[in-house]
């Protein structure tokens, strides 16, 4: 419509004010309270995870380090075993090779070796084996009829080969004592070089296994005494020589032992096939490689253990601090319902104090406190403001005709067809007094005004009721414009009331059915002449 703007955002300051921060500050608390409690939560999941992080890096600092002393300590053991071997085999070949096979004093040597069994506890025995490999001497005192070791893989091995240095073979039977043995060899030559036979110690496999027994290790744990080519010499859990395993095609072998002599590796044995962290450790001075291990199951187990029993104790906490938060939570939510339900009931006592309980419009009260508020808004934005005083004709007449019950309905009727024809949000309609109203209009000039007024004399003509006392036989009204622009002319409240009623009453003097304002006739001296008090009905 020509002459009226549409006020933006105005809506939402002709609301209550003291809802909208008592909504934002119960909103407030309760994301508030809701943030506490997720931080609280979020907290105690971020410290007990860092926790239980920290336990399992201790956990597993604790197990390289168990598995590192394992091999240091195993790797040692067999070294030692093997060298002292190695030094007394030495020291007899040199002694046999001097004296010649031929020539040697069997009684003499059978108590050295025997002696040297004595002090060895590793020793199964000490042999000196011809070139065609029969038994020439032995601390055995039991020699095997038809003693020969020609068919053994380390007797084949010297024949074939002039290296002096010792020889460790895999696992063998013991034919003198049918224990389970490590061969430990050296080749005899004659003055000429030839060969002329083989001296052999041999190390009892439970020698290593009863020092392995006394290791606390986990059940799924291993300890593994092999050859660098993979074959196991000893292993705890105990593995028969019969099962031919062999550690060759083993991550540690492959792909560690290329890579450095010694290290830590988490990894599935091959043997059985069970996840552990071991330690391994290749001998320096024979070809030897050792292996500690203990199944992931023995130190994670325990961590998860606590982990699981730990994550109750938080679930435990996390419940009470829900359980906790619900209870506040409903609390203030009972809070803010009550507030709210007080406040509704201090807007409806309020709305009930600034509206007009016949026909349901805004009594004069509010249309002072918003006339007041508009005209400050108007001067902010710098924009217009439209005032229309709307009055009954022969009101009283038609009360006398048709009664005070007729005439309340008269002004219900006259009241609704005046909000119906309000179209905008901030339109403002309020009852005046008796048969008297009142519209505001922000934003409205004296054009867009008046065809507002129009419309609504219109409508109350519309509403066709009967008033036979009337010269139209039907209820009309008359109406008073007034305008004003604030930032260009100060005014008041009070003098556009005046204004628009001394046009009202110019209007009534006009004949009624019509309204009036300054644009329609020039009533500044009339305004001015006019006595405030004389407001003629």
């Not at 598995?67 to 300590?73: I, P, Y």
């Not at 009829?145 to 084949?156: C, G, K, Q």
């Not at 593994?224 to 074959?231: D, E, I, P």
């Not at 109406?479 to 604030?486: E, L, S, V």
Request: charged share 25%; glycine share 6%; aromatic share 8%.
């Amino acid at each position: 419509m020509p002459g009226r703007s549409e006020p933006f955002a105005h809506a939402e300051e002709l609301l209550d004010e003291a809802s909208m921060p008592s909504g934002r500050r119960a909103s407030a608390v309760f994301r508030l309270t809701l943030s506490f409690m997720l931080l609280m939560v979020v907290t105690f999941m971020g410290v007990e995870g860092w926790r239980a992080w920290r336990d399992y890096r201790q956990a597993y600092a604790t197990a390289q380090d168990a598995v590192k002393n394992l091999a240091q300590a195993t790797a040692q053991h067999a070294e030692d075993a093997v060298r002292q071997v190695d030094v007394i085999t030495a020291e007899l070949r040199e002694r046999v090779e001097g004296d010649g096979l031929t020539h040697i004093n069997i009684p003499r040597i059978r108590a050295l070796l025997d002696q040297q069994t004595k002090i060895m506890p590793q020793l199964q025995g000490i042999f000196v084996y011809g070139p065609t490999g029969d038994w020439v001497v032995t601390n055995q005192y039991i020699t095997p009829e038809t003693a020969n070791n020609a068919d053994r893989d380390y007797f084949n091995y010297h024949r074939t080969h002039s290296g002096r240095g010792i020889l460790i073979g895999e696992v063998v039977k013991s034919r003198s004592s049918r224990e389970l043995v490590i061969p430990i060899s050296r080749r005899l030559n004659n003055p000429d070089g030839s060969f002329a036979g083989v001296l052999l110690g041999t190390i009892k496999v439970s020698y290593f296994l009863d020092y392995y027994g006394d290791f606390k290790i986990d059940d799924k744990g291993a300890l593994v005494l092999a050859l660098r080519s993979g074959h196991v010499l000893v292993r705890r859990p105990f593995v028969s020589p019969a099962t031919d395993q062999s550690l060759a095609q083993s991550e540690i072998f492959t792909r560690y032992l290329p890579e450095s002599d010694e290290g830590i590796a988490e990894v599935t044995a091959v043997i059985d096939n069970t996840q552990r962290l071991y330690a391994y450790k290749a001998l320096a001075s024979y070809p030897l490689v050792v292996e500690a291990g203990l199944s992931r199951d023995s130190f994670v187990g325990p961590w998860q253990h606590d982990l699981m029993k730990t994550g109750l104790v938080l679930l435990a906490l996390v419940a009470s601090q829900c359980g906790f938060g619900a209870i506040v939570l409903t609390q203030l939510r009972a809070r803010f319902v009550l507030e709210s339900k007080v406040r509704s009931a201090h807007l409806a006592v309020q709305n009930m104090a600034l509206t007009d309980s016949l026909t349901g419009l805004c009594n004069r009260r509010k249309l002072d406190i918003t006339l007041n508020q508009e005209i400050e808004r108007t001067r902010r934005q710098k924009t217009q403001l439209a005032l229309i005083m709307l009055d009954v004709d022969y009101f009283k007449r038609f009360n006398d005709r048709y009664g005070h019950p007729a005439g309340d309905d008269c002004l219900q009727q006259v009241g609704r067809a005046i909000q119906q024809t309000l179209k905008r949000p901030a339109d403002f309609a309020a009852r005046y007094g008796g048969e008297e109203f009142a519209v505001l209009l922000p934003d409205t000039d004296s054009t867009g005004a008046s065809q507002v007024t129009e419309e609504i004399l219109q409508a109350i003509r519309d509403l066709n009721i009967e008033h036979e006392d009337h010269p139209c036989q039907i209820v009309t009204a008359s109406a008073g414009i007034t305008t004003a622009a604030p930032d260009k002319e100060p005014t008041t409240g009070a003098a556009m009331l005046k204004s628009a009623d001394a046009f009202l009453y110019l209007a009534k003097r006009k004949g009624r059915n019509r309204w009036c304002s300054k644009e329609t006739i020039d009533a500044e001296k009339f305004v001015a002449q006019l006595p405030f008090e004389l407001k003629p009905r």
